[in-house]
């Protein structure tokens, strides 16, 4: 069973940064393609950012690009998601979520949606405000 541990939320004033953080352990393979979801009240859990295995291929919501960015350190086994010029619109819990690696030879076929992560963690509360 793979577990995924998520740390970093808090609360913030638009314009501020925070990173998130998401340890993962367990399961049958040594490294996934990691995702980043969040879920405000009443809206439905979507994706903003996702990376492959090696880190080297990444993709983000068009409402994240250019203000957050996923990366990973797979010596600690920890996806992070550093979020930068916040906004009180991007108040949600931020999920991280885990999916078995989708790299066909060098071509990585990006998870799109929740249902492509079996894998998930418990959330953290980011709070922006205005």
């Known amino acids: 069973q793979v577990q995924l541990v998520e740390s970093g939320g808090g609360f913030v004033q638009a314009g501020g940064s925070l990173r998130l953080s998401c340890a993962t352990s367990g399961g049958p393979y040594a490294f996934y393609d990691m995702g980043w979801f969040r879920q405000a009240e009443g809206n439905e859990r979507e994706l903003v950012a996702a990376i492959s295995w090696t880190g080297g291929t990444t993709k983000y919501s068009e409402a994240v690009r250019g203000r957050f960015t996923v990366s990973r350190d797979n010596d600690k086994k920890t996806v992070y998601l550093q979020m930068s010029s916040l906004k009180p619109e991007d108040s949600a819990v931020y999920y991280c979520?885990?999916?078995?690696?989708?790299?066909?030879?060098?071509?990585?076929?990006?998870?799109?949606?929740?249902?492509?992560?079996?894998?998930w963690g418990q959330g953290t509360q980011v709070t922006v405000s205005s």
């Open positions: 979520a885990a999916t078995a690696p989708r790299t066909h030879g060098s071509v990585w076929d990006p998870p799109s949606s929740k249902e492509d992560f079996p894998y």
